[in-house]
């Protein structure tokens, strides 16, 4: 909010200068102050942001370390940075309610990813996943098409939003948002093809092809070879692969 409060002061100010001090024409001045505005709000933004990676490196080395609570900690205190810009506080959020869900901290985790950034469609998605499993299938929906329409170049997006449709007997309205996801990546994810042919054969979806990244949805059990790295991963430090960070 800071950042936009001296922006458009800014704005205001050289406009005013130009057209009262200097003489210059009113849309002249409104043009040049407009453009000073923008200017002040880019920098502003690249320092707020710059600001926010520092931070993000400290609670990825603390994730790494499987020091969950450390990360939250350096997380909450990053939410001072919406007050220099209002657009960094859903993404903190965001973060904040992954970490919460992926340790099935339900309640905390729904507080912040409400409140996260529709740009990270991952914890839209771990939204979505809370209110299938409320059975609040309005606000999954809702959750969901949040997802896709930030995450539409995102194989994975499509298809868990795909899967929980089929999870409440809605199998043709999952066929229906995969072809959706089939014609944004035009046809270029093979995963999503295959599932489409899975369901229409009444089989259940194939989730596996994405990797890790699905499971951090706690949709599926990993395999259990998979299981024994992410318990041994306690000795060695958090696995690099096994956060998505949006």
């Not at 490196?57 to 994730?63: E, G, S």
């Not at 949040?146 to 997006?157: D, I, N, T, Y």
């Not at 706690?218 to 024994?228: D, F, H, I, S, V």
């Amino acid at each position: 909010m800071r950042n936009i409060i001296i922006s458009v002061s800014t704005l205001l100010a050289i406009s005013l200068i130009l057209y009262l001090l200097v003489g210059a024409n009113l849309p002249f001045s409104i043009l040049i102050g407009v453009l000073s505005g923008i200017a002040a709000f880019v920098i502003l933004m690249r320092k707020a942001t710059k600001e926010l990676g520092l931070l993000n490196d400290k609670a990825q080395k603390a994730l790494y370390a499987q020091k969950f609570d450390r990360a939250l900690r350096i997380y909450e205190s990053g939410l001072a940075l919406g007050k220099k810009s209002p657009f960094i506080t859903g993404q903190i959020h965001g973060l904040i309610g992954m970490i919460h869900f992926m340790r099935r901290d339900n309640d905390k985790a729904k507080v912040s990813l409400v409140k996260a950034s529709s740009m990270n469609w991952v914890a839209k998605g771990m939204l979505g996943v809370l209110y299938m499993n409320e059975k609040k299938y309005v606000e999954m929906e809702n959750a969901f098409k949040a997802m896709v329409a930030s995450g539409k170049k995102e194989g994975l997006a499509w298809s868990l939003y795909a899967y929980c449709l089929d999870r409440i007997n809605r199998r043709d309205d999952a066929v229906k948002i995969l072809e959706e996801g089939n014609k944004k990546l035009k046809e270029n994810d093979d995963r999503i093809k295959n599932n489409i042919i899975e369901l229409k054969n009444n089989r259940r979806m194939r989730m596996k092809a994405f990797g890790d990244v699905w499971y951090q949805f706690m949709l599926e059990r990993p395999p259990a070879k998979r299981m024994m790295q992410q318990q041994g991963a306690a000795h060695g430090g958090f696995r690099k692969n096994a956060h998505y960070r949006g």
